[in-house]
């Protein structure tokens, strides 16, 4: 860097480039420069020790129907245009190579499972958050049924005295919410114990977060095939009315 004419200085452990003519210095940090690009990463690649050698592919945009766009701009959009779309290109078919999607029936077979696949950790997703919620609201039922239970017994043995219920109407009515609650979720199941109930949350939400990971990665893989599939079609003509019967 140095040699490139760059300013270079370490403080507290972490070195700073400053180009020419550039204000402030850019710390040598991945939470600044991007993912691989960290000291230790780029140490490790001058060492040739491997770590983190290896950078993310490039992410694969549409391409750019240009006759449509070209008016009111001049040959310098066109160029620039050409070149995005020869980017976006080779990038996909640098995507089928190394999937081996090399038959367009392969590519629509990968879209179909990738869209599949999206859809269905959406619905497991759902599935687990509903669970979870009937599960706070067992464990909050219960709270409130464990706190008013004693006031209702005393009702109860008082022969529903209405003196007694106009002095503890809410706890009464608490108590009786409680019940509606477990009638609605557990259906006459018997009521678990809370701490069946906590350990059941604590799964659901473990289960929500490996989930929610998996649904990330499902995403963009869906849109990068999709991408990349709308890409072929545009390349092929198949956009063209009738185009792709032919």
Same mark, same amino acid.
């Given at each position: 860097?140095?040699?490139?004419?760059?300013?270079?200085?370490?403080?507290?452990?972490?070195?700073?480039?400053?180009?020419?003519?550039?204000?402030?210095?850019?710390?040598?940090?991945?939470?600044?420069?991007?993912?691989?690009?960290?000291?230790? %990463? /780029?140490?490790?690649? $001058?060492? !040739?020790? =491997?770590?983190?050698? @290896?950078?993310?592919?490039?992410?694969? #945009? &549409?391409?750019? %129907? /240009?006759?449509?766009? $070209?008016? !009111?701009? =001049?040959?310098?959009? @066109?160029?620039?245009?050409?070149?995005? #779309? &020869?980017?976006?290109?080779?990038?996909?078919?640098?995507?089928?190579?190394?999937?081996?999607?090399?038959?367009?029936?392969?590519?629509?077979?990968?879209?179909?499972?990738?869209?599949?696949?999206?859809?269905?950790?959406?619905?497991?997703?759902?599935?687990?958050?509903?669970?979870?919620?009937?599960?706070?609201?067992?464990?909050?039922?219960?709270v409130q049924y464990a706190k008013t239970r004693p006031v209702f017994q005393e009702y109860k043995a008082r022969k529903y005295s209405r003196k007694f219920l106009a002095e503890h109407e809410a706890e009464i009515d608490v108590y009786q919410a409680a019940c509606a609650d477990f009638k609605r979720i557990l259906g006459g199941e018997k009521l678990p114990k809370m701490d069946e109930l906590r350990e059941?949350?604590?799964?659901?939400?473990?289960?929500?977060?490996?989930?929610?990971?998996?649904?990330?990665?499902?995403?963009?893989?869906?849109?990068?095939?999709?991408?990349?599939?709308?890409?072929?079609?545009?390349?092929?003509?198949?956009?063209?009315?009738?185009?792709?019967?032919?």
């Open positions: 860097m140095e040699q490139s004419g760059y300013e270079v200085k370490q403080q507290r452990g972490v070195i700073s480039f400053r180009a020419p003519g550039q204000e402030r210095f850019t710390r040598l940090r991945s939470s600044t420069l991007g993912k691989g690009y960290g000291q230790k %990463d /780029i140490e490790a690649a $001058l060492s !040739g020790s =491997g770590r983190n050698t @290896e950078q993310p592919r490039q992410r694969v #945009n &549409l391409v750019i %129907d /240009i006759q449509p766009r $070209l008016q !009111g701009k =001049g040959p310098g959009y @066109e160029r620039w245009a050409k070149v995005f #779309n &020869l980017k976006q290109m080779a990038a996909a078919l640098a995507y089928l190579q190394e999937n081996s999607l090399m038959e367009y029936e392969q590519l629509e077979k990968k879209a179909s499972e990738t869209v599949e696949r999206f859809h269905t950790l959406s619905g497991q997703i759902k599935n687990t958050e509903a669970s979870l919620r009937t599960n706070m609201e067992l464990k909050a039922a219960t059941a949350g604590r799964k659901l939400a473990e289960k929500k977060k490996k989930l929610y990971a998996e649904y990330r990665k499902a995403k963009a893989d869906m849109q990068e095939v999709m991408t990349i599939k709308a890409n072929i079609d545009y390349l092929l003509g198949y956009t063209e009315p009738g185009r792709r019967k032919e």
